[in-house]
């Protein structure tokens, strides 16, 4: 029996930035509503979860609004009573406060640790530890804060900005525990957290991406 395409490529309303709508969580995709059928298809089939339509305080950029694993999740601020009541029926959740609630753009995560953007205060950090049952670290990626846009990760590898340093690959190797490699992703861009989403069945990217970048978010993700 062939197995489910391991990556595949969808805009999603015209845009390339799949990472900033998409929201993998766990063993749930949460997606913006009023999403093609076409395109919710080729989603599930590629990543392979079930999927939770939301929108965030009414924002279809649910990818970069939005962030966990199995055991919690980060949200910011803008989410509704309703929204945050929804995403409760998955798990613990955190609301981020402030200038530093783009809960997406700002954490990248896995089932073994979380690496946090120096933006967020130590407070914060604690918490988001705590809610999502694992180690936090917090470090810039390729001397950038926004660490969610700049990497994707699953519990198999992570794909980060080409010109991310080595102690900043250290520090991330350490406290997600999968090996990271470097990559582009729709024609170019360094934003792979905010062109991909990844589980670890399978990976969707912009349709501008590339036949080498597919291969190289494959290899990266453990999707071969």
Do not use: W
């Amino acid at each position: 029996m062939l197995n489910q395409m391991a990556i595949n490529t969808v805009d999603i309303f015209g845009s390339d930035q799949v990472g900033i709508h998409l929201a993998s969580v766990g063993n749930i995709l949460f997606h913006p509503p009023e999403l093609p059928s076409q395109d919710l298809e080729t989603i599930t089939q590629t990543l392979g979860l079930e999927t939770c339509a939301i929108s965030i305080g009414g924002s279809h950029l649910v990818g970069a609004l939005l962030s966990g694993n199995s055991k919690g999740i980060a949200v910011a601020d803008i989410a509704t009573e309703e929204d945050v009541d929804k995403l409760t029926s998955y798990g613990d959740v955190v609301v981020m406060e402030g200038g530093v609630n783009t809960a997406g753009n700002l954490l990248l995560v896995n089932e073994q640790g979380v690496v946090a953007s120096p933006s967020v205060p130590h407070a914060g950090l604690e918490i988001i530890a705590d809610v999502m049952g694992v180690d936090v670290m917090a470090t810039t990626i390729a001397g950038q804060d926004v660490v969610g846009s700049l990497g994707v990760a699953n519990d198999q590898g992570v794909l980060l900005h080409p010109d991310v340093t080595p102690e900043e690959v250290v520090a991330i190797q350490e406290i997600l525990g999968v090996p990271p490699m470097v990559g582009t992703v729709c024609f170019g861009s360094p934003y792979v957290g905010a062109g991909i989403c990844s589980t670890n069945h399978g990976a969707l990217a912009g349709s501008e991406t590339t036949g080498p970048e597919m291969n190289r978010i494959e290899d990266a993700l453990g999707l071969i």
